[in-house]
């Protein structure tokens, strides 16, 4: 398990990039980049899919804010980051990166999803199609939680994961309704254990710190 990690940061230039996610495969998705070369070497610490926050401006003044992106590429000198459009303007006044959430590192079988689909969802707008609590009585009535989500590609593809968390707790979780529509998941590191926060479209929505976070393909049909 990694932890949040932040560094101070002074960014020289800042160029577009184009990014492929899942080349040569139907999966393949064409999306705007922006590599900013920085003064700090953080190869040795960021990896390919970290979430991460920068912070531009200084806090309490009108040019502060904050955003979130992923790292795609990580060299000595530069980040190649993804991240909405909107902030390309205010990358060049980025004072702090922070790291949120490392997927390759903190969810078991995240590299089999990132191999196939090019990256780890957040699974925007996305179909949650099943949802099940189990208490495991053999391990002081631990609960754990799976749900499953069918994503939908840009191009239109579909493919359903199925999310474990083990050992969930402090959670608040809401009944699966008929609709369940995901916003977005996502996570962040608290203390030894992880913050998971699904937000809903409509139906199922759910809040919770988790031990262990794992993924897999899963085939609807044998249900």
């Given at each position: 398990?990694?932890?949040?990690?932040?560094?101070?940061?002074?960014?020289?230039?800042?160029?577009?990039?184009?990014?492929?996610?899942?080349?040569?495969?139907?999966?393949?998705?064409?999306?705007?980049g922006y590599r900013l070369y920085v003064n700090t070497d953080l190869a040795a610490e960021l990896r390919a899919q970290d979430q991460v926050r920068m912070t531009v401006g200084d806090l309490g003044r009108p040019d502060w804010a904050a955003?979130?992106?992923t790292v795609v590429d990580c060299s000595p000198d530069s980040i190649l980051l993804y991240t909405s459009p909107q902030y390309e303007s205010s990358l060049m006044n980025t004072r702090q990166l922070e790291r949120l959430f490392s997927p390759l590192t903190s969810i078991e079988g995240?590299?089999?999803?990132?191999?196939k689909l090019g990256f780890f969802p957040p699974f925007h707008y996305d179909v949650i199609t099943n949802v099940r609590i189990e208490v495991a009585e053999l391990h002081g009535n631990q609960k754990n939680l799976s749900v499953t989500i069918r994503h939908t590609s840009a191009g239109g593809l579909e493919q359903p994961i199925a999310l474990?968390?083990?050992?969930?707790?402090?959670?608040?979780?809401?009944?699966?309704?008929?609709?369940?529509?995901?916003?977005?998941?996502?996570?962040t590191y608290e203390g030894d254990?992880?913050?998971?926060?699904?937000?809903?479209?409509?139906?199922?929505?759910?809040?919770?710190?988790?031990r262990k976070m794992s993924a897999q393909f899963h085939d609807e049909s044998k249900s």
């Open positions: 398990m990694l932890d949040n990690r932040e560094w101070n940061v002074s960014v020289h230039s800042v160029e577009r990039e184009e990014i492929c996610f899942a080349p040569s495969t139907e999966w393949q998705v064409q999306a705007q955003f979130i992106g995240a590299q089999n999803v990132i191999d474990y968390f083990e050992d969930i707790q402090h959670e608040k979780i809401s009944t699966a309704e008929e609709c369940n529509i995901c916003l977005q998941l996502s996570h254990q992880i913050r998971v926060e699904l937000d809903a479209v409509s139906g199922f929505e759910a809040s919770f710190l988790c």
